[in-house]
């Protein structure tokens, strides 16, 4: 099919008039009328515009349309403007339309132009610009508290309907890294409640890119087991990364995130400092034999590392960072010893693997510190993918549109290309 021409002289008269026996005029019985009479006005309005245009288009030599059989474009003729009748889903209600079918003057052939001048697939009932609002709803919200709410303004539209939507529009969206932006990022991983899995089976993988002026976009995201499988979450990034002289990566510090880096990029490896404390508490806990949560010992590791980690931003002399770090290093160091003689084994193990990247940041000057933005994103995933029973596809698709709306700028109830520039639309 043709590209259908843009029409600025078409004009189309419509009037409706229908006949109501109301007990009352309160406003709850006026809307409650509107909205039986909502289908059959938007109905008669979309058909009277489908039969005006394709007046239009019939009257031209040319057709925007051709046959499917044979490839004439110019010869046909009106076999009904309203014929069989066929379903549409709209914003607001379904509607019913008669279809427009016409006969080819060449061969016969017979075919309907409804859908055509709709925008529309052959079979299609919902217009992938109605499916992506009911997928960004089902995301926001639960699919039932999405049915709800859609009944509420009259749309008998049911849960699994808003449930297709969701999973359809997931799969058009595809995350990159932004040329544009900085050359910083963090990745991080949760777990993720998958059905037939016990606790939290799978995990959610995620890469952000800090944007100018502080805010943060994502430009990676995969759902799979809690080791490895890295590679995919940069996979649709890689030819962006390249284009950066270095990459300035801050994990928690899971060193296995750069497996489907190495010799390709330019990273510079920096663990999370916010995320130092947190996990050193899960290591105080595994030597629990040795020392008890929130003993003086306990408290003692505990203050010690929060001094370690403690960096002040704005320390742009070279002499003063090396200075700072060596002063660090040599406490770390010391706490360390210290833990290795009182026998906490799992402490010690997790500090020596942590030493080596807690700095670079700030040795490259660098942002060496981070609050950890992307926890503020997991907070966001898990209002949603707490509620319900998932399947790996199920879980990853209503991510990515939840964090695409919230992130990315992907809003498909204001803007005409709801894809913007890193949300790309894969699939169609």
């Keep these: 099919m043709g590209q259908i021409p ?16 109301l007990p009352n005029v309160r406003l709850s019985t006026l809307l409650s009328a509107f909205t039986v009479l909502l289908p059959k006005i938007l109905g008669d ?18 057709k925007p349309f051709s046959c499917g059989r044979c490839g004439n474009e110019e010869r046909f003729i009106w076999k009904t403007r309203c014929g069989k009748p066929t379903k549409v889903l709209t914003t607001f209600a379904w509607v019913t339309l008669g279809q427009m079918q016409i006969q080819c003057s060449g061969c016969g052939h017979k075919f309907s132009i409804t859908r055509m001048l709709l925008g529309l697939d052959p079979y299609q009932r919902i217009a992938p610009e109605v499916r992506r609002k009911q997928g960004l709803l089902g995301a926001l919200t639960t699919f039932r508290v999405a049915e709800k709410f859609m009944a509420t303004f009259g749309a008998t539209i049911d849960k699994m309907t808003i449930w297709r939507a969701v999973q359809k529009t997931g799969e058009e969206i595809a995350f990159s890294l932004d040329p544009k932006g900085e050359a910083r990022g963090e990745a991080d991983g949760t777990g993720i409640g998958i ?3 016990k606790k939290r089976g799978k995990e959610l993988k995620v890469l952000v890119q ?4 502080g805010a943060i976009r994502v430009a990676g995201i995969d759902i799979g087991s809690y080791n490895g499988n890295w590679d995919r979450l940069f996979k649709q990034s890689l030819k962006t990364l390249k284009e950066f002289k270095s990459f300035f990566l801050v994990t928690d510090g899971d060193t296995s995130i750069l497996d489907g880096l190495k010799g390709k990029v330019t990273i510079l490896y ?15 806990w595994q030597d629990k034999a040795k020392v008890k949560r929130k003993s003086p010992e306990w408290l003692s590791v505990m203050a010690r590392i929060y001094d370690i ?12 960072i090396q200075a700072l770090i060596a002063l660090k290093t040599k406490k770390l160091d010391e706490l360390v010893k210290d833990c290795r003689t009182k026998e906490y084994k799992h402490v010690v193990s997790y500090l020596e693997n942590a030493k080596n990247d807690l700095f670079t940041g700030l040795s490259n000057k660098l942002e060496g510190k981070t609050s950890s933005r992307i926890e503020r994103l997991f907070r966001t995933v898990n209002t949603r993918v707490n509620v319900g029973k998932w399947t790996t596809k199920g879980a990853l698709n209503v ?14 109830t204001k803007e005409e290309n709801p894809y ?8 169609t």
């Design 399 to 412: 991510t990515k549109v939840r964090l695409a709306y919230y992130y990315n700028g992907f809003d498909p």
């Design 210 to 213: 800090y944007m100018k002026g």
């Design 309 to 320: 980690v403690g960096i002040r931003s704005g320390i742009d002399s070279d002499e003063e």
């Design 6 to 21: 843009q029409e600025k002289d078409l004009k189309i008269e419509f009037g409706c008039q229908f006949t109501l026996a």
């Design 195 to 197: 059905k037939g899995i």
């Design 45 to 62: 309005f979309v058909q009277k515009a489908l039969i005006g245009y394709g007046e239009l288009l019939m009257a031209r030599r040319k």
């Design 420 to 427: 913007p520039e890193g949300v790309a639309q894969v699939s």
């Design 270 to 284: 920096q663990r999370c400092l916010w995320h130092i404390p947190h996990q050193l508490k899960f290591a105080l």
